[in-house]
């Protein structure tokens, strides 16, 4: 394994303001410390309660992002320690995240995610529910929760012009918001297979796991 060498790899093409998410999801503590003490602070899960397994034994300052899809139930599982939810993708599920982070006194930050792709299976929100979720939080305050960005994934395809595409889309929406909305900063795209076509489309948040950790073996 030669997870250390990856990370240098791949940080050293990207650009200063694009923060890098190590992806780790199914892999054990012993890859993730090797990028720990390879210097990576910033890590990716997908399950909370394998994520906060990790949390559990791992050091205490590491920032933990929840990248996958969130089941409002298991929200209070990781409210005391997440530091970024990514794939927030209705209101009800802000409503959760904000009064399980109020128990532990905290403010969480949170991406709304956009349905860019072809498929009907990815999540997320299309533009219209974007812009009601947007009018809601103008008329009512959640005071421990923070809407900090976007995320979105692009279609699984080899079609490089379609990928860029939805992250051209993605970013435009972006923008949009931005002009009325100053604290969305981050916009979360790219993974291993197209993270420098979306760095290039305006990403400042790439989600990156093979290309760090290897293949991941799902059993
Ligand atoms: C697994 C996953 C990634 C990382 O995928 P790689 O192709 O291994 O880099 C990124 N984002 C999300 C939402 C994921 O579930």
């Known amino acids: 394994m030669k997870i250390k060498e990856n990370l240098t790899e791949i940080k050293s093409q990207l650009p200063a303001h694009v923060t890098l998410v190590a992806v780790s999801k199914t ?3 012993s890859d993730l410390m090797e990028a720990y003490n390879a210097g990576q602070r910033i890590f990716g899960e997908n399950k909370i309660q394998e994520m906060t397994e990790k949390w559990e034994q791992m050091p205490k300052d590491i920032e933990w992002h929840m990248i996958g899809h969130v089941q409002t139930n298991k929200v209070k599982f990781m409210a005391e320690y997440v530091s970024l939810i990514h794939g927030v993708d ?5 409503q959760e995240i904000n009064k399980q982070a109020k128990k532990h006194n905290r403010i969480i930050d949170c991406l709304l995610q956009i349905h860019i792709a072809e498929e009907e299976t ?5 533009e219209e529910e974007l812009n009601e979720i947007f009018e809601i939080l103008k008329q009512v305050q959640y005071d421990n929760i923070r809407i900090v960005g976007l995320m979105g994934m692009a279609t699984f395809t080899d079609n490089q012009s379609q990928i860029e595409k939805e992250f051209n889309h993605l970013k435009a929406i972006f923008d949009k918001l931005q002009t009325s909305n100053s604290q ?6 790219g993974m291993s297979g197209d993270y420098q076509l979306a760095i290039s ?14 293949n991941r073996n799902y059993q």
């Open 27 to 29: 892999k054990p503590v």
């Open 90 to 94: 209705s209101l009800k599920l802000l």
């Open 122 to 126: 990815k999540f997320g929100l299309n």
């Open 184 to 189: 969305l900063q981050t916009l979360s795209m």
């Open 201 to 214: 489309c305006g990403s400042t948040m790439v989600r990156i796991g093979s290309s760090i950790f290897g």
